[in-house]
């Protein structure tokens, strides 16, 4: 019979790299799709965009092989593209 197994750790993707910063591929949690999906609600564009840098700057220190970010860095080293490409990595969305 075979089993069906669930659990975040078991979608855990290789690691990956922002400009010479390493960060595990763990997939998100529930909690932290649950905080993100919250972030800038109601708010202006620049309000949301703050506050979802502010979340994937939390969701990488988590994962950080070294040393942590902070919004002013995600700022300075992300384009929009990047943004959108690590949170589909993160939820393990196949990439193209």
Same mark, same amino acid.
């Given at each position: ?5 669930? @659990? ?5 993707? *290789?690691?990956? #790299? =922002? $400009?010479? /910063?390493?960060?595990? @591929? ?8 649950? &905080? /993100?999906?919250?972030?800038? !609600?109601?708010?202006?564009? =620049?309000?949301?965009? !703050? *506050?979802?840098?502010?979340?994937? +700057?939390?969701?990488? $220190? &988590?994962?950080?092989? @070294? #040393?942590?970010? !902070?919004? *002013? ?7 929009? +593209? !990047? &943004? ?7 939820? *393990?969305?196949?990439? +193209?």
């Amino acid at each position: 019979m075979t089993q069906v197994k669930f @659990g975040r750790q078991l979608n855990e993707r *290789a690691p990956f #790299e =922002v $400009n010479g /910063l390493v960060f595990s @591929g763990l997939p998100l949690s529930l909690s932290e799709e649950r &905080v /993100l999906a919250g972030a800038g !609600d109601g708010g202006s564009e =620049v309000e949301l965009m !703050d *506050a979802v840098l502010e979340v994937l +700057s939390q969701l990488l $220190n &988590v994962r950080a092989h @070294g #040393e942590r970010v !902070d919004t *002013a860095w995600l700022l300075e080293n992300l384009a929009p +593209s !990047d &943004v959108e490409g690590i949170l589909d990595y993160l939820r *393990a969305t196949p990439v +193209s």
